[in-house]
């Protein structure tokens, strides 16, 4: 009998007052469950016997192989039950297993001080445009303050990078942070012994906070962070839409601050950034005088083309250090090379793959010893405009132009005019088979005339371009401006200038 049933019998009987055979009648029941319903002052399950399983025999088996072997999959064990006799499905092993490798368990809520303690964590986000991108957490575990940070990866570098920017977003630095057994953290750990990486000791020095790794399979030693993640994941990155690794840095900078650090948190009832203002902030270890280098460091070594490859792209140095062992430093902002400590050379750096990241100042010197080597880097500069400007390198070079000629022309009239006008006048050149930078000049000067814009973008000089010298127009001026000038001149040396006549020589005139 269920109790809907049971309570139903009692409101007929008690309050609607039928006798207990029209109820029994009424409800489709043996009038003897009428009885006896009416008879139970308080609902219970009558409970059933525990029914034997065919796992029973083989209890004391399946604890000594967990005992022995810790890890043993419950496939395994099956096998091995089986071999003793065992009958039964993996199923009810499964569920057996499962409430012996995860016993529910209790744990006491922990109180910190304020600026005791942070809590620090990786969150896998997905993708962007086929990239990966990890979510660096940290949360200072007295007023809940969050800090997020996007990154391409979880090495090294970035994890330092995602807590100098943490550390100055706080204006300061906790006493201690919590972590789980991260290899950034963590080298190597027998039991209690922890082997930290030497890099992230000497960071967390320089920051004198205390490095505190969670014990293993422990993660409800950092719950705050955790339940961050899970809150990140649901509130900032589901349901919304991300271009790029700047896009949703940006996104998440806006959404910290006016969300995240300014809800009611659930356990404190307060804004995070209320409590932390009013009683954190002022406890954190102050910034040191200078920051951490935090920059990807390896030593490199250029090729006979003055380039050196990190990742996967290749970036130019000055062609007088080709051949070279060099030392290359990388941030999430740029590619820096240095030879010892003398900066050489600088990028941005490219999070694509198979970039080549050159800076045309680097072989200025080198390209006028090297004609053939001039040619390349044209032709290579024409072809980045894209497909139109490869269609006419192509015609181009069908005909019986110069092709080095050509190349160092048009790369002038790039410079002069911009790549917008040039790509247009190769287009329309390609249509009627006109090859040659002197078309392609013609037609970027009759496209300015029919815009009414007859003066170039840049200062040609008259070699270069004589037909704009000629067609420059210049403000007219009224010429008796300059009458005073003259005017002054003439009264200021009237008394000493001769006539024109008297000025010659008398035996001119004689004659």
Known sequence: MKIDTWAYIRHLYHVEKLPKKAIARKLGLDPKTVRKALKKETFSTPSSPNRASKLDPFRDKIQALLETYSGLSGVRIH???????????????????????????????????????AQADWAYAGRI??????????TLSFSGMLYLEFFPSQRLEYFLCGHLHAFHYFGGVPKRIRYDNLASVVLHRFGSTIQFHPRFLDFSSHY??????????????????????????????????????????SQALSWRDQVANCRIHGSTKQKPIDLFLREEQHRLIPLPQR?????????????????????????????????????????????SIYDKDQLIAQHPRSFQKYQRIEDPR????????????????????????????????????????????????????????????????MDHALNYKAMGHEYLQNIILVNRRNRSCSTPPGSPSSKINPDLIRSTWVEERDPSLY?????????????????????????????
Do not use: W
């Open 362 to 425: 680097h072989y200025k010197g080198l390209l006028p010893s090297k004609p053939k080597a001039t040619y390349f880097k044209h032709r290579d500069a024409l072809f980045a405009l894209g497909e139109t400007a490869r269609r006419y390198v192509e015609a181009m070079a069908k005909t019986e132009l110069h092709p080095f000629y050509q190349f160092k022309k048009v790369i002038t009239l790039i410079d002069l005019y911009g790549k917008t006008e040039v790509l247009q006048a």
């Open 291 to 335: 920051d951490y280098d935090i920059r990807i460091t390896t030593s490199v070594k250029s090729t006979s083309q003055s380039l050196v490859q990190f990742e996967t792209n290749r970036y130019s140095v000055p062609f007088t250090y080709a051949s070279r062992m060099l030392i290359l430093k990388a941030d999430d902002q740029f590619v």
């Open 483 to 511: 009458d005073q000038y003259f005017q002054i001149k003439e009264n200021d040396d009237e008394d000493r200038i001769p006539d024109a006549s008297t000025a010659l020589p008398s035996s001119q005139n004689d004659g």
């Open 208 to 249: 004198l906070f205390d490095p505190s790794p969670c014990n293993v399979k422990s993660p409800h030693e950092k719950g705050r962070v955790e339940r961050n993640v899970r809150y990140v994941k649901n509130n900032f990155l589901a349901g919304r839409i991300f271009l790029s690794l700047t896009d949703i840095n």
């Open 79 to 117: 096998e091995e039950i089986q071999a003793m006799g065992y009958s039964g499905g993996i199923s009810i092993l499964r569920d057996y297993l499962r409430t012996m490798r995860n016993p529910s368990q209790a744990f006491l809520p922990i109180q910190v001080l304020p600026a005791e303690e």
């Open 129 to 138: 445009s086929s990239q990966r991108v990890y979510c660096f957490l940290m």
